[in-house]
């Protein structure tokens, strides 16, 4: 019997910005499903309305990514675009696109979740948003 170690590279890096944490959510959560497949392949079919709460951003980001995972996964659907809103720790997001077409999607990669590996969420120096971290696939 033996053991060893190995460097582990499966694991993919996103990140959103813009004007508002809500934009940054939002731009996550395309960079997301860009990881599977082209956005611009997804049309705008289907509009899906999902809830997270959570006062920290950090966790709040983490919650939301994994809120989108699961409905891609449970409903067998990919997103092209999505609005965020936020007020007082309550996140509702609208996404729109629709089931998954093996043809015309090519999906690259199944997303398992959204993990806590280079976590961040802060506003830089220009006044942007930025929110990221690291996706188990």
């Not at 409903?75 to 093996?102: K, Y």
């Not at 802060?122 to 006044?127: E, H, I, S, T």
Request: hydrophobic fraction near 45%; include cysteine.
């Amino acid at each position: 019997m033996s053991w060893r170690h190995f460097t582990h590279r499966a694991d993919i890096g996103i990140e959103g910005s813009g004007a508002s944490l809500e934009e940054a959510f939002a731009e996550a959560a395309v960079a997301l499903c860009a990881v599977v497949t082209e956005p611009e392949r997804v049309r705008a079919r289907e509009r899906v309305e999902l809830r997270c709460a959570g006062e920290d951003p950090e966790l709040l980001f983490v919650d939301w990514l994994n809120a989108v995972i699961a409905a891609m996964a449970t409903r067998g659907m990919l997103f092209g675009r999505c609005s965020v809103r936020i007020s007082a720790g309550q996140l509702r997001a609208q996404l729109w696109g629709e089931p998954v077409d093996v043809e015309r999607h090519q999906p690259a990669v199944e997303v398992k979740g959204a993990t806590y590996t280079a976590l961040r969420v802060w506003r830089d120096a220009q006044g942007q948003w930025r929110a990221r971290t690291v996706v188990d696939v």
